[in-house]
């Protein structure tokens, strides 16, 4: 049985203690001011990444199905924070 990055963290969360999963956060944390990224950098990022794409031969009507599917992805949680 394969499981998600997204699953593990939330079976280890519904594991932990009070007390251990207030360290998780505090780690969470650290890591999010260490990667202190603006939307700005960001979003260009993925637009590099896109156009990188395009060069590769990809549709604009293809990356906007793509970004779709991560627009998904990201409200039921498999991208970025578990919902």
Do not use: C
């Not at 499981?3 to 932990?16: A, F, G, P, S």
């Not at 031969?57 to 039921?76: P, R, Y």
């Amino acid at each position: 049985m394969k499981i998600t990055k997204t699953q593990l963290i939330k079976m280890i969360r519904e594991e932990l203690t009070p007390g251990e999963q207030g360290i998780a956060t505090a780690k969470q944390d650290a890591h999010r001011q260490q990667a202190d990224y603006s939307s700005e950098a960001a979003a260009e990022r993925i637009e590099k990444e896109l156009n990188a794409l395009w060069d590769d031969g990809v549709t604009n009507e293809e990356l906007i199905s793509i970004l779709e599917k991560m627009i998904g992805h990201i409200k039921s949680g498999f991208i970025g924070e578990p919902t």
